[in-house]
């Protein structure tokens, strides 16, 4: 099968130094020091698709939207790009990929890669993305590189079909001042298995979901006067312990707060791993992204794989309301350290309200723990 392949190289690059997203920014997410993390994360992906190069026709662009990561397997270059690429690189190869005859469009990146391939493909191919941005509410992306490879090579074997998947963007300009505008652009087929793919992102606005988030609240409230030195992750579930502390807790950031004061607010990874110097006990708290599952790897990549090991896996506090618990199977990680993922995956304890607490199943990678 002809398989297209296309990396944004700056996507994701703005998550641990606290942007909130990249589109627009990337030049000041270099000044804050960011590396770029897609590349990486495409590799991961065609590491698996070795497996089945025999199999595969690869038409790509060149240099690092795509060639560079593909020694070892036969392709074509069919686009070439200039020295920075841009979103009109991406809509453009996505076109010359199209009228080159490829049966699938495999994509790194995030959400705003995702609307770029949408505006060039629509439903006229399947596609399927790496994920390696920072907000990833769209529903076209694999749960991990891993998965999305194990995916491409079902889709060529005829072991996994079609559905639609939502591409959807939050107004990062918005995002970045606190405030959750979604919109979705529209629907692409993409190859389907229920553990390889994520879901679209939703929100919650149940009645009784406020009222557990102040019982969390109440209970976080009392086991944080312990002196710790708390990493606080996004969320309105995160948001209301703030609320209850009465500090200025960021909804779509990450914070760090200690004896109920403000330490870090909206904290980049840089400013974690200050914050944790000297302190002699340190903890995170996080709640999983709605609909999704994930508690590490979507919106909080400023919690990076350094930041969870200096603290320990053991230190990890999860919060979230019943209703929330309830939507997913099982919770996911996805934090860009494999290993990590590994010590992390298990049956954890997840606070649900006042001194109560349900055990869920993390899983690491697609389809297992």
Do not use: W
Not at 282 to 303: D, L, N, Y
Not at 324 to 333: D, E, G, T, W, Y
Request: hydrophobic share 40%; with cysteine.
């Amino acid at each position: 099968m002809k398989v297209g392949f296309l990396v944004n190289p700056v996507a994701g690059m703005g998550g641990r130094v606290g942007l909130k997203g990249t589109d627009g920014l990337v030049e000041e997410a270099l000044n804050r020091g960011a590396l770029p993390v897609a590349p990486a994360r495409a590799g991961e992906c065609i590491n698996v698709l070795k497996a089945g190069r025999d199999r595969l026709e690869i038409l790509t662009c060149s240099g690092e939207m795509g060639e560079d990561l593909l020694d070892g397997f036969d392709f074509d270059v069919v686009y070439e790009c200039g020295g920075d690429t841009t979103s009109d690189d991406t809509v453009k190869a996505c076109s010359v990929l199209i009228g080159s005859g490829v049966g699938l469009i495999l994509f790194c990146g995030g959400d705003g890669t995702a609307r770029d391939v949408f505006e060039a493909v629509g439903d006229s191919v399947p596609v399927l993305g790496i994920p390696s941005g920072v907000k990833m509410h769209s529903s076209v992306f694999a749960v991990n590189p891993v998965a999305a490879g194990e995916l491409v090579l079902d889709f060529v074997n005829g072991d996994a079909g079609l559905h639609e998947a939502e591409v959807v963007d939050v107004d990062e300009e918005a995002y970045r001042e606190n405030e959750l505008k979604t919109r979705l652009y529209g629907l692409m087929y993409t190859p389907y298995r229920q553990d390889l793919v994520q879901a679209s992102k939703a929100v919650y606005h149940a009645v009784d979901d406020e009222q557990a988030k102040r019982e969390i609240a109440e209970f976080a409230a009392e086991f944080m006067g312990d002196g710790s030195a708390y990493i606080v992750g996004a969320g309105s579930t995160t948001k209301a312990i703030g609320d209850r502390l009465g500090v200025d807790k960021t909804l779509l950031g990450v914070d760090v707060l200690k004896d109920g004061e403000m330490v870090f607010k909206d904290a980049g990874e840089k400013d974690l791993l200050t914050a944790l110097e000297g302190e002699d006990t340190a903890k995170i708290i996080v709640s999983p992204i709605g609909a999704q599952g994930f508690v590490f790897g979507r919106g909080t990549q400023q919690i990076s794989p350094e930041v969870i090991r200096r603290v320990g896996v053991d230190n990890i506090i999860y919060v979230s309301t019943q209703h929330k618990l309830n939507a997913v199977p099982h919770l996911l990680v996805d934090s860009g350290d494999m290993g990590l993922d590994s010590e992390i995956a298990g049956y954890r304890s997840v606070v649900i309200g006042y001194r109560l607490s349900q055990r869920k199943d993390i899983r690491a990678v697609a389809g297992g723990s």
